[in-house]
């Protein structure tokens, strides 16, 4: 893209060439302590893309502008559509997920015994084959005697397990790669940009800007009151 002028979005998917797909838009989701999900519209010149070639492997999609990377954003397809084909092109939809995203798809119940919570979250994570994770751990966490996982999905348990342990997780991105990071200080999240609020009609000649965004507000829960019998 070293060529290229304005904003432009790339997609890579699985083994596929990297022209195959064309980005028409995309829809990301993301926050502190949940999965991600990323909607991909996508035109392609071929009308019979081989679904087992894009279901459950990698896709990273890129934003450049003015030739620059800005950001890259991978995970795995976890959904496949193909839609209506025109005159030269087919319509695609992907949806991508975090490979931690895959933990919510299984249930269990077992006992861990005399382990410290990242050595249980570890323990999870490498069952489910992610070995891309890390811990930015300010504060010694104590060994747990016993702790139980009952009939609750291997994400629920680590998302709760986390919670109980003042600790939440966010997604780290590299070429061809993400990482999950878990954490229990807002000291490892790094600072965001500062970013120009547009209030004009017309866009900016140059730099990023906000174009529009919604602020709200929801009850939420204010105590927790705990009793031990």
């Not at 909607?39 to 010149?45: E, G, H, K, R, Y």
């Not at 933990?103 to 410290?116: D, E, H, M, S, V």
Request: glycine share 8%.
């Amino acid at each position: 893209m070293a060529n290229s002028t304005g904003l432009q979005f790339t997609v890579k998917v699985g083994a596929l060439e990297a022209g195959t797909f064309a980005v028409v838009d995309f829809r990301l989701d993301e926050g502190l302590n949940r999965p991600f999900s990323l909607s991909l519209s996508l035109a392609s010149a071929l009308p019979d893309v081989d679904f087992g070639a894009v279901l459950d492997q990698p896709c990273e999609l890129m934003i450049w502008y003015e030739g620059e990377l800005k950001r890259r954003v991978s995970g795995i397809i976890s959904g496949f559509t193909q839609g209506d084909t025109g005159f030269r092109r087919t319509r695609y939809q992907i949806e991508v997920r975090p490979a931690l995203w895959r933990l919510g798809l299984r249930t269990n119940a077992r006992i861990f015994q005399a382990q410290k919570p990242e050595a249980i979250i570890g323990t999870l994570l490498e069952e489910a084959g992610i070995t891309d994770y890390a811990f930015a751990l300010r504060n010694e966490h104590a060994v747990r005697e016993y702790c139980v996982q009952y009939r609750e999905s291997d994400l629920a348990f680590i998302t709760r397990l986390a919670a109980e342990e003042g600790m939440y997780f966010f997604h780290e991105y590299e070429e061809g790669k993400h990482r999950v990071v878990f954490a229990d200080d807002a000291g490892a999240l790094t600072k965001g940009p500062e970013l120009f609020f547009n209030l004009a009609t017309q866009g900016l000649s140059e730099g990023e800007y906000v174009r529009r965004f919604h602020y709200a507000e929801r009850v939420s829960t204010a105590e927790v009151e705990l009793k031990d019998y």
